[in-house]
């Protein structure tokens, strides 16, 4: 089993409908969850950062903790075109972050 | 304020040739991380220096390899000898001190290609 599982798509959507991802993880210790956004070529950008059971809202993206599930996810509402992109969830232990193999996501004008 | 600076941003070798990477983090960040994503697979963890400290490199793949951070500021990872599953993209990403991991700011990568 992977330490960090997301589904790797590509996932499809229509652009101002909801993407959603999903990340479930291994390790119950863990502590703090991220979400990056990869363009092709470029270095992971964090969009969201979640610590605590819940949402956290910013903006167009709400981070979803469900940690006795051991499951985050992201939505992404409204999305757009530019929104296409690779989203890695992370999870962090202490120091050592894990990715998952990230989730493309296509967003179709 | 610079980010995470990596070089080269590319970097094509042939196998047996020895490739030295470097990463220059955030100024004031003392935790420095290596990561590796070989083409189709996830991003993994190589090392972590906390300043100039190995704090873990469970992550090293095999002696070949060999991460440096004289001073606790730039760090450089070494392959020596390339071999060609060692081709991928090498991030480096730098954090501020704390109990928490906080989220890492990255470096653009370098692209290794070893041919």
């Known amino acids: 089993q992977k330490e960090v599982e997301q589904n790797s798509g590509p996932l499809s959507v229509p652009e101002g409908a909801i993407a959603s991802l999903n990340c479930t993880y291994s390790d119950r210790g863990s502590q703090s969850f991220f979400w990056y956004r990869q363009y092709s070529g470029k270095s992971p950008e964090l969009i969201m950062f979640i610590y605590s059971n819940g949402d956290k809202e910013d903006g167009r993206f709400t981070a979803q903790l469900n940690k006795a599930s051991q499951y985050v996810s992201l939505l992404i509402r409204d999305s757009q075109p530019s929104d296409s992109a690779t989203y890695l969830c992370?999870?962090?232990?202490?120091?050592?972050?894990?990715f998952g193999a990230g989730t493309r996501l296509f967003v179709k004008a | 304020e610079a980010g995470v600076t990596q070089f080269p941003s590319h970097s094509v070798i042939e196998k047996g040739q020895t490739v030295t990477l470097r990463c220059d983090p955030i100024s004031g960040h003392d935790n420095l991380y290596w990561y590796r994503r070989v083409m189709g697979k996830e991003i993994k963890f190589l090392l972590h220096f906390v300043k100039e400290s190995k704090q873990d490199e469970s992550g090293m793949p095999n002696n070949r390899f060999l991460a440096e951070r004289t001073g606790g500021t730039y760090s450089t990872l070494k392959v020596q000898p390339a071999e060609l599953e060692d081709s991928g993209v090498y991030f480096c990403?730098?954090?501020?001190?704390?109990?928490?991991?906080?989220?890492?700011?990255f470096g653009q990568g370098t692209r290794l290609t070893v041919v």
């Open positions: 990403a730098s954090s501020l001190q704390g109990a928490l991991s906080t989220e890492a700011f």
């Open positions: 992370a999870v962090s232990g202490g120091f050592k972050t894990i």
